[in-house]
């Protein structure tokens, strides 16, 4: 068995604010992953696309903590990261149609979203890279006491690739106000993680190795995803270093829009669909007496700001071609010769 | 003007770099307490203090992936890797995140970092601690390449490179650590993008970095017993690069000869000479010369590692060779 604790917050104290804000925020995402994916399909968004539909609780509990100085670092299932940061939602989307509007000029594309104006510090697509850049951010934030705490997303099969382990120990020696979030969705890829992976729970059952308390919390359960997001962040902020946490959850579709994800049981499958953290929550904010009128206006915004940023997505021009060139170096060109 | 060694140099460069700017900052394996494995670092803890000066564990990623994510949060780090041949180990963090995320960002991200780093051969230690890796960052869009070849340079081009906005790499040969010169005192800011031409001559161009510049002055100096004026050219920028210098050089000689250290494949030479063959091709007067390391891994003893790397004695031969 597991050495792992359970992460228990009692009875979740978020009040009712919060939790109206988390929901919208989870919804939104959802609406903006589900709109990605029809423009895939009819062949607007090219490329590739990784969605992180039935996890949206983990980026929005610390969503709803952080503070606008904060910076975010994910992968290159990041749509959900960089937009619940505040990214502007019409910009992301015009980004995954390749065009001028979008957030990168059309250069990143779905795996490398960045909003370094909302403190969305970009989506790495090499698996683990992101984890020391994270570090050092928090460097950065330690030195100069700016007060600021980074929170850094990654997967489970991340675990695994040595990266990891360097940026763990480097920010516990270092005692840097960083939060590791692993989302172990159970698989790396195609791959069941147990399949590879010398422990049962690839993040928590590593962190002893790390002089880090194990954490394990369901990542489906928004309330105690923001629990664990509040105590996390409060002890970077407070300046008592790293928290390594590991939040399972599930994606309901594919790895990528290539993956129909045959590889998975049905009963395994059904089973996380059952446990959704948007209709879960929106059960439990009813039980606790909100009005289903009020959520139910909460969807149907959800739906016009997720029309709105199409919209005006589309509208925008592809990138102009002078624009190849530029920004590769911080004089905004990229001549490397006289 | 005081006499400095190369090793000397460094140390005296960074404290220029750290005494006038406090975010500036400087991290590595063995840098601070220890002073480095080539005593390019001493002194300087005890000078900037403990934060600025850090001793960090054998994680390459964690030290470059750290000042990656330090200059994108209101630092001017340097990471020193010990050994360029690292690099392979951290290549992740140098060549996919911190040469693409300008661009990749369409401009949201600056890096003003700097990797310094010990290269080359000639001192015995082998093919996985001898590697002239500077064709590797040169390939890469989105770095910046310089390699200092005296003690002056290495203060003038490392400040240059702290100063820049964007990531460089200062690749330091560590054959030159022992190499001693007068250097002028007080601050010493050079330019990127800049060669020198280090000795005129009408005959022939001899396009040099690094160590090799050395050899290269010597063979000239030969060169010019003979008769033969060689004109010696120090690169010392690989990106960005002074093609201007280099090609009114070639076309004032009308020979262009290139000396590396690095194995033969895609060295820095060939890209060099390439751009002379495609723009100043009627001024020449006979092929383009490569004188390079065979395309092997270095050895480690003396006898091997001396016939591997040109010396003045094989640059004075094909030189002669070339000009029939
Ligand atoms: C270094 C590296 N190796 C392999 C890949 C290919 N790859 C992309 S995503 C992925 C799976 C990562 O799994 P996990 O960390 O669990 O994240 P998830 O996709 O489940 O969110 C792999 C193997 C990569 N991008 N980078
Ligand atoms: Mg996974």
Redo the contacts with the bound molecule.
């Keep these: 068995m597991s050495k792992a604790v359970r992460s228990r917050s009692d009875k979740p104290r978020t009040d009712e604010a919060v939790r109206l804000e988390i929901y919208r925020m989870m919804v939104e995402a959802r609406l903006f992953e589900r709109r990605v994916h029809d423009l895939f399909l009819q062949g607007l968004v090219k490329g590739t696309s990784?969605l992180?539909l039935g996890?949206e609780a983990i980026a929005a509990g610390y969503a709803a903590v952080l503070q606008p100085n904060d910076l975010v670092y994910c992968?290159?299932?990041g749509h959900v990261h960089t937009l619940l940061r505040g990214a502007p939602m019409a910009a992301l989307m015009a980004e995954l149609l390749g065009r001028a509007n979008g957030i990168c000029g059309g250069k990143g594309g779905s795996m490398h979203l960045t909003d370094v104006s909302k403190g969305a510090m970009g989506s790495y697509?090499?698996?683990?890279?992101h984890m020391p850049i994270a570090a050092g951010a928090a460097w950065a934030a330690k030195e100069r006491e700016t007060g600021q705490v980074v929170v850094c997303f990654?997967?489970?099969?991340?675990?695994n690739?040595g990266a990891f382990h360097e940026a763990l120990n480097f920010a516990v020696v270092w005692e840097l106000p960083v939060v590791f979030v692993c989302?172990?969705?159970l698989?790396?890829?195609y791959t069941p993680?147990r399949s590879v992976t010398a422990v049962e729970n690839p993040a928590a059952d590593r962190a002893s190795a790390y002089a880090l308390e194990p954490i394990l919390v369901d990542g489906n359960d928004p309330d105690e995803m923001h629990a664990v997001a509040r105590r996390t962040v409060d002890l970077a902020r407070s300046g008592d270093g790293p928290s390594l946490v590991e939040a399972r959850t599930y994606?309901h579709g594919g790895?990528?829009r290539a993956d129909p994800a045959k590889y998975r049981p049905e009963e395994e499958v059904a089973e996380w669909v059952a446990r959704d953290p948007i209709p879960s929550l929106r059960e439990r904010l009813i039980a606790d007496g909100i009005d289903a009128t009020t959520l139910d206006e909460i969807d149907r915004a959800a739906e016009r700001v997720v029309d709105d940023a199409t919209a005006e997505a589309q509208a925008g021009p592809p990138p102009d071609r002078s624009t190849l060139l530029t920004e590769l170096w911080a004089d905004g060109g990229s001549e490397w010769r006289n | 003007m005081a006499e400095l060694t190369y090793r000397e140099a460094v140390s005296r460069a960074i404290a220029q770099e750290m005494e006038r700017d406090e975010t500036v900052y400087f991290i590595g394996e063995d840098v601070a307490a220890a002073g480095g494995v080539f005593k390019t670092t001493e002194g300087l803890l005890e000078r900037f203090g403990p934060r600025r000066v850090r001793d960090t564990p054998i994680s390459e990623q964690a030290i470059v992936g750290a000042v990656m994510g330090g200059a994108m949060n209101g630092l001017r780090p340097i990471a020193e890797i010990m050994f360029s041949d690292f690099f392979a180990v951290c290549w992740?963090m140098i060549a996919n995140q911190i040469a693409k995320t300008r661009y990749m960002t369409n401009g949201q991200v600056a890096l003003p970092l700097v990797i310094r780093t010990a290269n080359g051969g000639g001192v015995r230690f082998g093919a996985q601690h001898s590697q002239s890796v500077e064709a590797w960052a040169m390939a890469i869009p989105g770095l910046k390449v310089v390699v200092p070849s005296n003690p002056t340079d290495m203060i003038g081009l490392f400040a240059a490179a702290v100063r820049d906005p964007d990531p460089v790499i200062v690749v330091e040969p560590k054959a030159l650590y022992a190499m001693k010169a007068d250097v002028p005192d007080g601050e010493i800011v050079d330019r990127l993008g800049a060669a020198t031409v280090l000795r005129e001559g009408s005959d022939v161009t001899i396009c040099v970095l690094g160590s090799m510049v050395h050899r290269a002055m010597d063979a000239a100096e030969r060169l010019a017993a003979d008769g033969i004026g060689a004109e010696v050219i120090d690169v010392r920028s690989l990106v960005p690069l002074d093609t201007q210098a280099i090609l009114a050089s070639t076309t004032k000689t009308g020979r262009f000869v290139t000396v590396e250290e690095s194995p033969r494949l895609c060295g820095w030479g060939a890209e060099v000479a390439s751009i002379v063959a495609e723009e100043v091709f009627y001024d020449l007067d006979g092929p383009v010369v490569r004188i390079t390391t065979p395309h092997i891994p270095l050895p480690s003893t003396d006898a091997l590692e001396d016939l591997a790397i040109p010396s003045p004695d094989v640059i004075v031969e094909r030189v002669k060779a070339s000009m029939g």
């Design positions: 990784h992180a996890q992968t290159y299932r697509a090499i698996v683990g890279a990654f997967g489970d099969g991340t675990t690739i989302e172990n969705n698989y790396m890829e993680i994606r790895h990528s | 992740d």
